[in-house]
């Protein structure tokens, strides 16, 4: 059985700071890697995907892909209090696409 | 540009009953996938396809079938609804180059209750 794993939190954060975030899996085929965000009552709205080890940065959010460890994070630089939501990790693989239980991450005032 | 649209957005079935969700892309996606979330949880993967005329199994297949006869459209069939299967759904569609999948754009959701 293919896992995605994230701490459910919340994770609460005050503005300004630095919310981080992360993501481990269990298949090592996994060949693609996404950051979900999910506000209630709605969709989940891409925000980044990542293919390679490394950084991938994109305005105030960062993705980090580490194949060897099988784990993925986000960061979020800044933070603002329309970034509380709940942020999905996805991996995918040969069609497969596996999500995280999500995290939910607050941003106080 | 109209994306993913799946349809209904609210349903209340009774339990024994059947019903299609029906979802929709118009971006020439070779994958698309059917998802539930159940309240406060995840998305759980139902069945999935890579092309026309090819489906597999998700995680959470039992209860549920699907087609798909064009690149289009991908439908999901529940027959003999139960109550467990009250949740929300999802549709999405990505491109899926190279056999890796790429960025999923997702459908607004269907509400489903089963009573």
């Known amino acids: 059985q293919k896992e995605v794993e994230q701490n459910s939190g919340p994770l609460s954060v005050p503005e300004g700071a630095i919310a981080s975030l992360n993501c481990t899996y269990s298949?090592?085929?996994?060949?693609?890697f996404f950051w979900y965000r999910q506000y209630s009552g709605k969709s989940p709205e891409l925000i980044m995907s990542?293919?390679?080890?490394g950084d991938k940065e994109d305005g105030r959010f960062t993705a980090q892909l580490n194949k060897a460890s099988q784990y993925v994070s986000l960061l979020i630089r800044d933070s603002q209090p329309s970034d509380s939501a709940t942020y999905l990790c996805?991996?995918?693989?040969?069609?497969?696409?596996?999500f995280g239980k999500g995290t939910k991450l607050s941003v106080k005032p | 540009n109209a994306g993913v649209t799946q349809t209904p957005k609210f349903r209340i079935l009774k339990i024994g009953q059947s019903m299609t969700l029906q979802c929709t892309q118009d971006?020439?996606?070779?994958?698309m996938y059917w998802y539930r979330q159940d309240p406060g949880m995840g998305l759980k993967l139902i069945y999935y396809s890579v092309g026309a005329g090819i489906t597999d199994k998700g995680e959470v297949p039992n209860g549920y079938n699907v087609s798909r006869s064009t690149t289009e459209d991908f439908p999901l069939r529940l027959e003999l609804a139960a109550p467990s299967q009250t949740s929300v759904y999802f549709c999405a569609s990505s491109y899926g180059g190279r056999g890796s999948n790429t960025e999923a754009f997702f459908g607004q959701g269907t509400r489903l209750t089963v009573v």
């Open positions: 298949d090592r085929g996994s060949q693609s």
């Open positions: 990542i293919y390679s080890n």
């Open positions: 971006m020439n996606h070779n994958y």
């Open positions: 996805a991996v995918g693989s040969q069609g497969n696409l596996i």
